[in-house]
């Protein structure tokens, strides 16, 4: 059974800064693309960044460019979202998924690209 999960999430000022985390279970982490999703409260999912199972290729959404930086640690299963210069328009529920393919498609920002989801962890940015 495969089990993804987050963390790092939490409250922090406007300009500050997060690292999430996320493991997975059940699964070869480095056979896959992954994914980072979020969703704000009356929101549509908004797909964030992924990354391509080697690390070699990384896509960002406009809105979070030059600010947040994808990466992972095949050798520790870890993927990571370390989050700078965040907005209050940045309060999500953050998830992380994993991807069908070893390659970030050209769809990469749509859900139906990544086939397990973790439970999210909670970013809330005060102004």
């Known amino acids: 059974q495969v089990r993804v999960v987050e963390s790092g999430g939490g409250l922090v000022e406007a300009g500050g800064s997060l690292r999430l985390s996320c493991t997975a279970s059940?699964?070869?982490?480095?056979?896959?693309?992954w994914g980072w999703f979020r969703q704000a409260p009356g929101k549509e999912r908004e797909g964030v960044s992924c990354i391509t199972w080697s690390g070699a290729h990384r896509n960002y959404a406009d809105s979070v460019k030059g600010r947040f930086t994808i990466s992972r640690d095949n050798a520790k299963t870890t993927l990571y979202l370390q989050m700078n210069s965040l907005e209050t328009e940045d309060t999500a529920m953050y998830y992380c998924?994993?991807?069908?393919?070893?390659?970030?498609?050209?769809?990469?920002?749509?859900?139906?690209?990544?086939?397990?989801w973790g439970q999210g962890t909670q970013v809330t940015v005060s102004s």
């Open positions: 998924a994993v991807g069908k393919y070893s390659y970030c498609p050209s769809s990469w920002d749509a859900g139906d690209q990544y086939k397990y």
């Open positions: 059940g699964l070869t982490f480095s056979n896959y693309a």
